[in-house]
């Protein structure tokens, strides 16, 4: 594979994980994207902050991770699925570098919700991009279902 990097954002640690797994399966650098102003510790009340931030589009101010992406021509991203779509210090990446002539790969974790809007969310985003198809999980993602879909990505380069 191609100098590729591994970008998420992680609440719980979960995304982490895979996103973790990911980035040793491909040999990838991994970079965390993190908020100025962290989720809070309680579920209900992210849950609210989330949500809210989704509806208006807000793209919260990041303390790492959004530096620049040229030198990498496979870019991995991943997030929790919130309300169908993707965590808001994901779009605040998606709009802050250039993907052009780079191929995205989104991947998500999610309490039994899949992809929801996430894929066509990002793919929307990024443009000048090319795509292939993620992967998504639950909490209990399995390593070997990772390498299969790494592989075909593989396969497809």
């Given at each position: 594979?191609?100098?590729?990097?591994?970008?998420?954002?992680?609440?719980?640690?979960?995304?982490?994980?895979?996103?973790?797994?990911?980035?040793?399966?491909?040999?990838?650098?991994?970079?965390?994207?993190?908020?100025?102003?962290?989720?809070?510790?309680?579920?209900?009340?992210?849950?609210?902050?989330?949500?809210?931030?989704?509806?208006?589009g807000y793209c919260p101010k990041?303390?790492?991770?959004?530096?620049?992406?040229?030198?990498?021509?496979?870019?991995?991203?991943?997030?929790?699925?919130?309300?169908?779509?993707?965590?808001?210090?994901?779009?605040?990446f998606l709009r802050s570098v250039?993907?052009?002539?780079?191929?995205?790969?989104?991947?998500?974790?999610?309490?039994?919700?899949?992809?929801?809007?996430?894929?066509?969310?990002?793919?929307?985003?990024?443009?000048?991009?090319?795509?292939?198809?993620?992967?998504?999980?639950?909490?209990?993602?399995?390593?070997?279902?990772?390498?299969?879909?790494?592989?075909?990505?593989?396969?497809?380069?």
């Amino acid at each position: 594979m191609s100098k590729s990097l591994v970008v998420y954002y992680s609440y719980s640690g979960i995304t982490r994980n895979l996103a973790e797994d990911i980035a040793l399966i491909t040999d990838a650098d991994i970079r965390e994207l993190i908020p100025e102003k962290p989720y809070s510790f309680n579920y209900n009340s992210a849950s609210k902050e989330a949500r809210n931030e989704i509806e208006r589009g807000y793209c919260p101010k990041l303390i790492s991770g959004n530096e620049y992406i040229s030198d990498y021509q496979l870019i991995f991203i991943g997030t929790p699925n919130w309300f169908s779509s993707f965590a808001p210090p994901i779009l605040t990446f998606l709009r802050s570098v250039d993907f052009c002539g780079k191929t995205v790969i989104p991947f998500c974790t999610h309490g039994g919700g899949g992809f929801g809007q996430i894929e066509s969310s990002i793919y929307k985003e990024c443009h000048n991009a090319n795509f292939l198809s993620g992967f998504s999980s639950t909490s209990d993602f399995d390593y070997k279902k990772i390498q299969e879909w790494i592989d075909w990505i593989k396969d497809t380069k």
